[in-house]
């Protein structure tokens, strides 16, 4: 998603490393030999649940081909793009991980990151060896389209070389809006806005403002940054107390310490209500703020798991089937953007990176199980539907969820 965090420090980390390979006889149908697809996403602390499930869709996309492609055996390599001292994404990590990925010359594709701050960093050095880069979660706008982040974006993340990036989520600049739609559906009057003062964070907080605003909700304060590493935020509840809104919006993601920004506010506005977008979706969000969470609106670029119809709905039986859980929420996401670089390679039918780079931009019309949708000229998806739910009972009430638009 997603999340875009400016890099505090470049000290090299650890790399936890995960190879995938076909089993059985399929090595038997290879005569071309071995293709590899990398992985790039944190699989450490609060993201092993997220992690794990974009890397099980992954695998069951490759699975599903039973292990090869135009007669090449395919490799999934898995990497940790996590500091193992922050358990969080890690500039320096995610640089070796991508040129790791484009010096070794059977790697055809790049699949992720989770974190937008990662993407990017690797979308350059990738794009430079036509190496073409698919994301199941990077939300940030900036990254494809122009005028939507900073200055200098995204034309910055392609420096001399054709675009390689591709994502399967829709952005920010479409979620920000949703969520201030929905708050005005929901009789909201004013607003608090904080947010993380990360790019990703900080950015749908300016989005949701801004629309807030159209919609006639007042914004009685924020966009606000808060530190990340504080110990409380009891000072910042008081002054939220102060202005007295009916909602606060937090533009943030759960590792920017957001589970304690709701504590520490609920504990002062005890029947204040919270609304976040995809950043706090996900169970540590709801495990760290406990009792705290409960009602919280959470909004999401898609539709989760069990809403899924059609190759959808097979899909989510099929997970369940196999893994004997419910799948993440980019679970699906992982597993649809595999399945785009696999058709791209049928089409390109050869292992030539520039080749299935532009074959995953001609994308057009996919059947997958997010609908029938395509690639536009940024690599950003026509697909635009947006969900809803409720923190209730301690968990999401996915069952319960309402599409957005």
């Keep these: 998603m997603k999340r875009y965090w400016r890099i505090a420090g470049l000290g090299v980390a650890l790399l936890a490393l995960l190879v995938w390979a076909p089993a059985g006889d399929a090595a038997k149908h290879c005569p071309k030999g071995k293709m590899k697809f990398y992985t790039s996403w944190p699989m450490q602390g609060a993201m092993i649940p997220e992690g794990t499930g974009m890397k099980n869709g992954v695998n069951m996309a490759v ?5 090869a492609v135009i007669g090449y055996c395919i490799e999934v390599v898995n990497l940790d793009d996590a500091s193992p001292q922050t358990g969080k994404w890690d ?9 790791k990925a484009v010096n070794d010359p059977k790697v055809m594709a790049y699949i992720g ?21 698919v994301s199941p979660a990077n939300t940030y706008p900036g990254l494809t389209k122009p005028g939507k982040g900073e200055r200098d974006e995204p034309d910055k ?4 070389c054709k675009r390689n990036y591709a994502r399967v989520v829709p952005a920010d600049d479409l979620q920000g809006v949703i969520g201030a739609n929905w708050a005005r559906t929901l009789g909201i009057k004013k607003v608090y806005i904080v947010d993380d003062t ?34 409380d935020y009891r000072a910042l509840a008081q002054k939220i107390r102060n202005a007295n809104p009916e909602l606060v919006y937090l533009g943030m993601v759960t590792d920017s ?4 920004v709701v504590q520490d506010i609920k504990g002062a506005m005890p029947n204040v209500k919270f609304m976040g977008p995809d950043g706090i979706y996900e169970k540590a969000f709801i495990d760290g703020a406990g009792t705290a969470a409960e009602g919280t609106y959470v909004t999401f ?3 989760p798991p069990s809403k899924l119809t059609g190759k959808g709905a097979d899909w989510y039986k099929s997970y369940k089937d196999k893994f004997k859980s419910e799948p993440e929420a980019y679970a699906a996401y992982g597993y649809e953007a595999t399945k785009v670089v696999l058709s791209a390679i049928e089409k390109a039918g050869k292992a030539d990176r520039a080749a299935i780079r532009d074959a995953v931009f001609a994308t057009m019309e996919f059947d997958g ?3 029938k949708w395509g690639f536009d000229q940024n690599g950003d998806t026509s697909a635009t539907t947006m969900s809803g739910r409720q923190v209730k009972g301690g968990k999401f009430d996915d069952e319960n969820a309402i599409t957005l638009r």
């Design 91 to 99: 500039g320096a990590v995610e640089a070796e991980n991508a040129n």
């Design 301 to 303: 670029g898609g539709v």
């Design 257 to 260: 310490n957001a589970a304690k």
């Design 113 to 133: 990151t989770y974190n937008s701050g990662a993407a990017a960093i690797s979308i350059p050095i990738n794009c430079k060896a036509n190496l073409v880069q």
């Design 198 to 231: 990360q790019l990703y964070g900080h950015g749908i907080a300016v989005i949701f403002a801004d629309q807030a605003k159209k919609n006639g909700i007042e914004v009685v304060g924020g966009p606000e940054g808060i530190d990340q590493k504080a110990t």
């Design 369 to 371: 199980v997010l609908g």
């Design 157 to 160: 993340f392609y420096p001399g």
């Design 63 to 67: 699975e599903e081909v039973g292990g």
